[in-house]
């Protein structure tokens, strides 16, 4: 590429076309949606394409079409948030709203706070904007508030305050942590006293199967500035039709809009969504979104606890990982690399660790329920630990030879 | 927002939020299709979400579908590109694409050369990332070459070289020009000799009325990694579907697509498009376009000719635009305030100057004849003309009441 001089940003990555999973192999990896759950969204796409086309097929407002903003921000406020469609903007899937987020707050050189470890597709996101991480240690109710003080102490005795926090309260990817109330509350003071905004990623909140909610960061936030929560209809509903939101402040939300370069996103499957919605069909949906996967979660666990008594885990209330914490000795890029080679595809703990530091960084990987069906989670499981034993640990050797 | 440090590149945005038109006005402004247009895609949906539920409702491999990039690249080898699907990144609309050559190349203060005048829509997108703009005026042939080739020295000498050139040489938006063959060597190589990226924007490309195709930029790349053309199906087909693409050098679309956070953009409608396009559908409606907007330009040359014989334009060969140069003493931005007030709303001609001292900012109007209607068009240019009228220039006076 003798003629094309890279930004920064550009150098940094990897020139290297992404590829798909290999279809012989069990994919724990991925954020995928688990195929029997895709709905039917047949009729819906009809009546948009037919009785809708004039809207559908030509660019929609750029925040997004007014009657899904509406929709968006009741689902919101039934969850306890004080927004309205005004609240809402539009996006190509969450991660295009945090991406807007970094488009409209940082230059480069500032920094961003983020949890050890955190969301590893943010990582690259936040840095390709030219921020630096810092990174807050969370334990099992998640990020560490006290931490987070004495860092936003430091920043501001130093005058340079992160831009944002990013943070994800419910069924934390990777980790699957759910914060208790008193502490997001803490999380949220903390946030407006130094006046950080505070960016609440939560695709998984509706994804939770049992126990009962905890009230949003955005539904703590005072006066309506201080959080912009992103979500999205990937994890509930499919993640192809790539529709997503941020909720904030609309002089917040405008900016973002002028920076939107899809325009009004698309109106196709903005309406496809609304219909499903307007219907009443995302309720039951829902239900049996959080009882397929609560039954992945459980096959899961009982799978790793025949196979793999020797790694440890959280079982989480919702969301689709599990986050393992490997016995000593057993390197997570290691084992990530063997279990491909064995046939199943897991994350290395490593890639969700912002700073290259950390101790922690090989002791884990992530492991995804959704996507594989119940005998592929145990045969899955299987692999994994064939792949672990041949990496020398004993009990997982007698466990996987079972 | 006083808890909220924003970016440079946000403080330059007005906040406010864009709203659509109102409904009773004429829109001579927007890039939208005339609705008569709009196919009906019911079938292919339906197929795309029963058949393919399965790719359609997942995320799609980060480039895009592999049989939607190889049906583009079989579609731009019959333009004369030599390009396979690997040299094809699907994105979500070709100013996405933008977006991300964008983040490709430019730091903080590099330069990006671009047209006087050049299309508005490119001018926030480039100037977010910081460039600088270096304007090059252009003729009735299009980019005024030895002008650019006097620029590029400089550049040179000065070890400054800007980090693209920016070009919609099919229909120019907004002059409507169309580059002869020789004007396209000349820029090509003076691109490749430089070594600087060429990008070819070129969304209105088949929507040609009379003539033949002038190679494009990207069929005349001699090793391929000189150009990046950025396509859509837009402007053919439907603008709601946000399916666009960039086509250039492999090691290239490989950064841009470690930089895309729509993850492979909506498998959904790069299906139905798919469908739509496999099925032969596409040259018929290619002729339908390409009909129906000849129809509605040559309505518009001739109300304009008749009610507004004042102002002068050269008459396009294709795209959706007419640029209309005013008389002495009528100024765009007000003729376009006027206009709107009277019921027809165009863009002022000031918005497609990247620079702010240009003498010819304020001479020129861009009415789109895509979106009206005949009638309207007839309508919208009397309304237009009374607009010019108010503002003094009794020729539009005269011609308005007749």
Known sequence: MPSVLLARRATQLSP??????????????????????????????????????AETLQYAPRPGLPELREWIAGHMAEDGARVTAENVLVTNGAKHALELVCRLTIDEGDSVIVTTPTYFSAIPIIRSYGATFVEVP???????????????DRAAAAGRLPKFIYNVPDFHNPTGVTMP??????????????????????P?????FEGRSVPSLKSLDPDGTAVIQLGTFSKLLAPGLRVGWAAGAPELLARMAQLKTDAGSCPLTQ??????????RLDAHTARVQETYRAH??????????????VSFQVPNGGYYLWLALPAGIDGDELARRAGD?????????????????EQRGRFIRVAFSHAGLDDIDE??????????????????GAAAS
């Open 380 to 397: 899955g499981v299987r692999r994994l630990a064939a792949a672990a034993h041949s990496l020398g640990t004993g009990a997982a050797a």
């Open 271 to 280: 309406r496809v969504i609304l219909e499903f919605c307007a219907a009443g």
């Open 204 to 208: 998984y909140r509706k994804v939770r």
């Open 297 to 310: 979660r459980d096959r899961m666990v009982r799978a790793l606890a025949q196979a793999m008594p020797e």
């Open 16 to 53: 290297v076309m992404p590829t798909s999973s290999a279809h012989d192999k069990i994919a724990f990896d991925s954020g995928h949606a688990f195929p029997g759950l895709l709905p039917d969204l047949t009729a819906e796409a009809d009546d948009a394409l037919s009785r809708f086309r």
């Open 181 to 202: 109330v008193e502490r997001r509350r803490a999380l949220v003071e903390l946030a407006v006293r130094h006046r950080v905004l505070l960016v609440e990623d939560s």
């Open 342 to 358: 064995a046939g199943v595809i897991v994350i290395a703990g490593s890639k969700f660790f912002a700073l290259g530091g950390n």
């Open 138 to 152: 969370q334990d099992r109710e998640g990020m560490d508030v006290d931490a987070l003080a004495q860092v936003l």
